[in-house]
C-alpha cells in the first residue's frame, strides 16, 4: 500500500494508539481523535500524527474532525472507527439513559462519522473504513447487554456498508479482538504476558488494509492462543 490518508477515531490510548504509531511508521498521514488533551498530545509527540479533541458521539465534532482531515491531509483514504466506550450491568438494574449514552458512542457515532467520509471515498472511487467490533458481538455473557449490543450492531451495520460500497471499490472491514490488555474501562493491569496485546490488533489492521485493493476480509476475528499459560 502506497502512503495514504488515515484518520482514526480513540487514537490516543490502547488498540488506536497502536494503530496511529504503526501507520506513521509505515510512512502514512495520521489525524487522530481522543477526548483528552495530555493522551492526545503524548500520542502526537511520539508520532508525529495530528491529534484532535474529538467526542465521536457528538455530531458537530464529527464534522469538524472530517474538516480538519481536508486541511491536514486533503482528504481521507482510511477511516478506522475505533473509539467506543464500556458498560456493564445485570438486567433488572440496567440504566438505560447509560446504555443510550454508550449507544451513541460506539453505535450512532460511528455511523454519524462514516455517513461523513463516505461521500468523499466515493468522489474518489475507493477507500477503506474498518470497524473495530468485538467476539463480544458474536457471543453474549453475563452483564453485557449494552457493550455486546454496541458490538452485534457494529458487525450487522459493516455488512450492510460491504453490501453498499463493494461496487464503488470501497472495502469494509470488521475486526473482532478478544480480550487486549488496555486501559480499557479503565482496567488496568490485565498484563498476562499471553493475552492480546493492542499492537497484536494494529498489525491485522494493517494486513487486512495491505492485501491488494481486489482482496477484502470482510471480518477477522483475532484470539490469544493460550491465554490460560501461566508464566
Ligand atoms: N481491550 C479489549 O479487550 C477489547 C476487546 C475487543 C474490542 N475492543 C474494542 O477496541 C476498541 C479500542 O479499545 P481499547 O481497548 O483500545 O480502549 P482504550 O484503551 O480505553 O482506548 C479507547 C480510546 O478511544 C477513545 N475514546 C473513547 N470514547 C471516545 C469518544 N466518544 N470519542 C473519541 N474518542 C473516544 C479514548 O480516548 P479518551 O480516553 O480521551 O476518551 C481512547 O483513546 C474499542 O472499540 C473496543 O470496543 C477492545
Request: hydrophobic share 40%.
Amino acid at each position: 500500500m502506497g502512503p495514504r490518508r488515515f484518520l482514526i477515531t480513540g487514537g490516543s490510548q490502547g488498540i488506536g494508539a497502536a494503530v496511529v504509531a504503526m501507520a506513521r511508521q509505515a510512512g502514512h498521514q495520521v489525524v487522530f481523535t481522543g477526548r483528552h488533551d495530555d493522551t492526545i498530545e503524548q500520542v502526537a509527540g511520539a508520532t508525529g500524527a495530528f491529534g484532535l479533541r474529538a467526542d465521536s458521539a457528538i455530531d458537530d465534532e464529527n464534522e469538524k474532525t472530517v474538516e480538519i482531515c481536508q486541511t491536514q491531509m486533503g482528504g481521507i483514504d482510511v477511516l478506522v472507527n475505533n473509539a467506543a466506550s464500556w458498560y456493564d450491568a445485570a438486567i433488572g438494574e440496567l440504566d438505560v439513559d447509560a446504555m443510550r449514552r454508550l449507544f451513541d458512542s460506539n453505535v450512532f457515532g460511528m455511523v454519524d462519522l462514516t455517513n461523513r467520509v463516505v461521500p468523499l471515498l466515493k468522489m474518489q472511487a475507493g477507500g477503506d473504513i474498518v470497524n473495530i467490533a468485538s467476539t463480544s458481538g458474536a457471543k453474549g455473557r453475563k452483564l453485557g447487554t449494552a457493550y455486546a449490543a454496541s458490538k452485534w450492531a457494529v458487525r450487522g451495520i459493516s455488512q450492510c456498508w460491504q453490501a453498499e460500497l463493494r461496487p464503488h471499490s470501497i472495502r469494509v472491514i470488521s475486526i473482532c479482538p478478544s480480550e487486549v490488555q488496555t486501559r480499557w474501562g479503565g482496567r488496568v493491569g490485565r498484563n498476562n504476558p499471553n493475552k492480546l496485546y493492542a499492537t497484536d490488533i494494529a498489525q491485522t489492521i494493517m494486513a487486512a488494509l495491505n492485501m491488494p485493493q481486489r482482496a477484502m476480509w470482510p471480518e477477522l476475528s483475532v484470539f490469544a492462543t493460550n491465554p490460560w499459560k501461566e508464566d
